[in-house]
């Protein structure tokens, strides 16, 4: 999450927190339902099946998010799996791209089957400000003042393009799927396709 603070007024990007979440818990319901057993990554929980698991991931993700000494890392934590297991991660995925490469690889290493979910605030594509606009991360990453932001959109945007094509191409050779979600935009597109692409892999390794 960034706040943004342009001039007088002070705008707060949606917290993409909590459309992760929600992504998360409508697709662990999902996969219950089809009697799939699903966790937390890296909360010790056994994976289990049900509604019961659904309540149990709800319960962790509510906790996590509340406790203000919970440290809440931008990459996902590296924990041993199964093999044949699959992995789904929710980020924003703006983390240096060689970063991201060590984790997939870690997972990938393993035989985990795995996809990516990038979930982006359109003031992040869209770098909608004009003037003075200071950043400030709110994650520890301090502050950065443009004076101009029009003059640097453009090369924000190829930037930003960048990252995206960069994750696509760390996740082709491993053959993990990678999702790309606005926070303006209905959460059962990409749900959908996510859960389609789990459906496939899923027929792979029955074939």
């Given at each position: 999450m960034i706040h943004v603070t342009n001039g007088d007024c002070a705008v707060q990007v949606l917290q993409k927190a909590v459309r992760g979440e929600l992504l998360v818990l409508a697709l662990a319901s999902l996969?219950?339902?089809?009697?799939?057993?699903?966790?937390?990554?890296?909360?010790?929980?056994?994976?289990?099946?049900?509604?019961?698991?659904?309540?149990?991931?709800?319960?962790?993700?509510?906790?996590?998010?509340?406790?203000?000494?919970?440290?809440?890392?931008?990459?996902?934590?590296?924990?041993?799996?199964?093999?044949?297991?699959?992995?789904?991660?929710?980020?924003?995925?703006?983390?240096?791209?060689?970063?991201?490469?060590?984790?997939?690889?870690?997972?990938?290493?393993?035989?985990?089957?795995?996809?990516?979910?990038?979930?982006?605030?359109?003031?992040?594509?869209?770098?909608?400000?004009?003037?003075?606009?200071?950043?400030?991360?709110?994650?520890?990453?301090?502050?950065?003042?443009?004076?101009?932001?029009?003059?640097v959109r453009t090369a924000y945007g190829a930037r930003l393009a960048a990252q995206k094509e960069g994750l696509r191409r760390l996740a082709q050779p491993a053959d993990w799927t990678v999702h790309l979600h606005r926070t303006d935009r209905p959460p059962q597109t990409v749900l959908l396709s996510l859960y389609l692409a789990m459906a496939d892999l899923r027929r792979l390794n029955a074939a």
């Amino acid at each position: 999450m960034i706040h943004v603070t342009n001039g007088d007024c002070a705008v707060q990007v949606l917290q993409k927190a909590v459309r992760g979440e929600l992504l998360v818990l409508a697709l662990a319901s999902l996969l219950t339902d089809a009697s799939e057993r699903v966790t937390v990554l890296g909360s010790g929980m056994r994976p289990t099946s049900g509604r019961v698991a659904v309540r149990r991931i709800a319960e962790t993700l509510f906790e996590e998010t509340r406790d203000p000494a919970h440290q809440h890392p931008s990459l996902p934590p590296l924990v041993p799996l199964p093999a044949h297991g699959t992995v789904v991660l929710v980020s924003d995925w703006l983390d240096p791209l060689e970063k991201i490469e060590q984790m997939l690889r870690h997972y990938a290493s393993g035989g985990v089957r795995g996809h990516l979910v990038q979930v982006l605030d359109p003031a992040e594509e869209d770098l909608p400000f004009d003037g003075h606009v200071k950043f400030e991360g709110l994650e520890a990453e301090g502050q950065h003042t443009i004076r101009r932001v029009e003059s640097v959109r453009t090369a924000y945007g190829a930037r930003l393009a960048a990252q995206k094509e960069g994750l696509r191409r760390l996740a082709q050779p491993a053959d993990w799927t990678v999702h790309l979600h606005r926070t303006d935009r209905p959460p059962q597109t990409v749900l959908l396709s996510l859960y389609l692409a789990m459906a496939d892999l899923r027929r792979l390794n029955a074939a």
